[in-house]
């Protein structure tokens, strides 16, 4: 079985910073993407950023310049740094891999997700 732990949400004035962490476990092969994504209340789970096995990153446009995404391949994490916050971030951000428990076995897996909360 395959969990993925986030860590790190909040609330936290408006031009603040947050860091949020999420260590994938269990029974992992490989992890190709990893990614965060949001959900404001009443509003669809939407992509923030994603990051290749290689590094190679993707953001959505209104957090370019204030996000960034890493990982740890040999840790299994994956990171997000939150800068300039806005009250528009306020969601609940879900860390997201694709992982491969064998050669043939591949899905996605979501963690339980974690509250980000900007005052203005």
């Known amino acids: 079985q395959v969990q993925l732990v986030e860590s790190g949400g909040g609330l936290v004035q408006a031009g603040g910073s947050l860091r949020l962490s999420c260590a994938a476990s269990g029974s992992i092969f490989s992890i190709n993407d990893m990614g965060w994504y949001r959900q404001a209340p009443g509003k669809q789970r939407d992509l923030v950023a994603t990051i290749t096995s290689g590094g190679t990153t993707n953001y959505e446009d209104s957090v370019k310049g204030r996000f960034t995404i890493s990982r740890d391949n040999a840790r299994n994490t994956v990171s997000l740094q939150m800068n300039s916050l806005k009250p528009e971030d306020t969601a609940v951000y879900y860390c997201?891999?694709?992982?491969?428990?064998?050669?043939?076995?591949?899905?996605?897996?979501w963690g339980q997700g974690t509250q980000v909360t900007v005052a203005s």
């Open positions: 997201n891999a694709r992982i491969r428990t064998s050669l043939v076995a591949r899905n996605d897996y």
